[in-house]
């Protein structure tokens, strides 16, 4: 059963898309929600959990054929992308008939996510954790760990 839940009214920009595809699918806000503009949530037989008090920046893209869960007080930058899927790709046959490889993707309590980042799936970052911009995410983060870019540890020297 196709299920989208809101408990308290979102406060959200121009273009906030949503697309539940498949009879399983469900998006589910868990409290307060804040976004911009260009938002596009689609759940196609997945399942998305927003925690309480999350902040989604322009052009936020979060895509779901298994589970995406953002935690509380969360806050992703502009431009992040979040997949639980990646293609299966084999020479032989069409790509688009060989069906998707699917993982969790895990984000925790207190996860700050810069501009440009791309969480593909099987990713569980843990809680208090700071990402800068540009990052490809495809391993798992331990709790209260920041990433740098090298851009901004080259400032510093």
């Known amino acids: 059963m196709r299920k989208y839940k809101v408990k308290r009214l979102p406060l959200v920009g121009k273009m906030f898309v949503v697309e539940l595809i498949g009879k399983d699918s469900k ?3 868990e409290g307060k929600f ?8 689609v759940a196609e037989n997945g399942n998305i959990n ?4 999350v902040f989604l920046n322009n052009g936020v893209s979060i895509c779901s ?14 431009n992040v992308k979040i997949y639980d899927q990646d293609h ?11 069906g998707y490889k699917k993982a969790p993707v895990v ?3 207190n996860v700050w996510i810069g501009s440009n980042v791309v969480i593909l799936k099987g990713v569980h970052i843990g809680t208090t954790l ?11 983060l331990k709790t209260i760990r920041f990433i740098l870019i ?3 540890l080259r400032r510093k020297k």
């Open 107 to 109: 984000i925790g309590n």
């Open 130 to 140: 700071l990402l800068l911009q540009g990052q490809l995410l495809q391993k798992m």
């Open 88 to 98: 299966v790709f084999n020479k032989s046959g069409l790509m688009y008939k060989q």
């Open 65 to 78: 054929m298994k589970s995406i869960s953002i935690g509380n007080n969360s806050a992703l930058g502009e």
């Open 150 to 152: 090298k851009e901004i």
């Open 50 to 53: 927003i925690g309480d008090n």
């Open 27 to 29: 998006i589910n806000f």
């Open 34 to 41: 804040y976004c911009r503009n260009n938002i596009y949530m």
